[in-house]
């Protein structure tokens, strides 16, 4: 029985997917060609290879060098095997590079923010503790104003 469309992208990792799409984009290749088009070393193009050839999605090549998908695997591909991994062949390291750019700057704003606002909550509660002394209910609320942006600092930290 073949593996289900779920069942291969529960076991398939990118790096096989890389694989397979390689061999179905050159209509049929070698470990040597997939190697030097994918960039990955040949240890994984060749175990990645026996592992797709095992699930029935490539021709077994022990007769050639060359890797061919089978009927299976290009059933699997037109259903949809890519669609999960359509990141990997199109990523755009530049492009990611300036997105974490971006999430660390956005990181840093808000630990800075978050910093004012302790400052800001400490400045506050001590002109609270000249005006009213030492009420309870005043340094009830800024003791849970501190906790939270000490919890926020710690969420932030992780």
């Known amino acids: ?3 289900t ?10 790096e096989a997917i890389v694989v ?3 061999i179905d984009d050159a209509q049929g290749a070698s470990v040597a ?5 994918t960039g990955l070393e040949r240890e994984t193009v060749t175990s990645r290879c ?3 050839s095992t699930l029935g999605l490539l021709t077994d090549a022990e007769d ?4 061919e998908v089978t009927g ?4 699997a591909i037109g259903e949809g095997l890519y669609d999960e991994y359509e990141m990997v062949g199109e990523a755009d390291i530049d492009e990611l590079a300036a997105e974490v750019a971006d999430l660390l700057d956005r990181r ?3 630990e800075s923010e978050l910093e004012r606002l302790r400052e800001d909550a400490d400045e506050i509660r001590t002109r609270a503790r000249q005006q009213f002394g030492d009420r309870e209910d005043v340094a009830a609320e800024f003791e849970s104003l501190l906790a939270d942006i000490d919890a926020l600092a710690d969420r932030l930290a992780e």
């Not at 060609?33 to 088009?37: D, K, L, P, R, Y």
């Not at 050639?64 to 890797?67: A, N, R």
């Not at 299976?72 to 059933?75: K, L, N, R, S």
């Open 1 to 3: 029985m073949s593996p």
């Open 5 to 14: 469309l779920s069942e291969l992208q529960d076991v398939l990792d990118w």
């Open 20 to 22: 397979l799409r390689a």
């Open 33 to 37: 060609s997939v190697t030097e088009t």
């Open 50 to 52: 026996q592992q797709l």
């Open 64 to 67: 050639s060098d060359v890797y």
């Open 72 to 75: 299976m695997g290009h059933g």
């Open 108 to 110: 840093e704003t808000i």
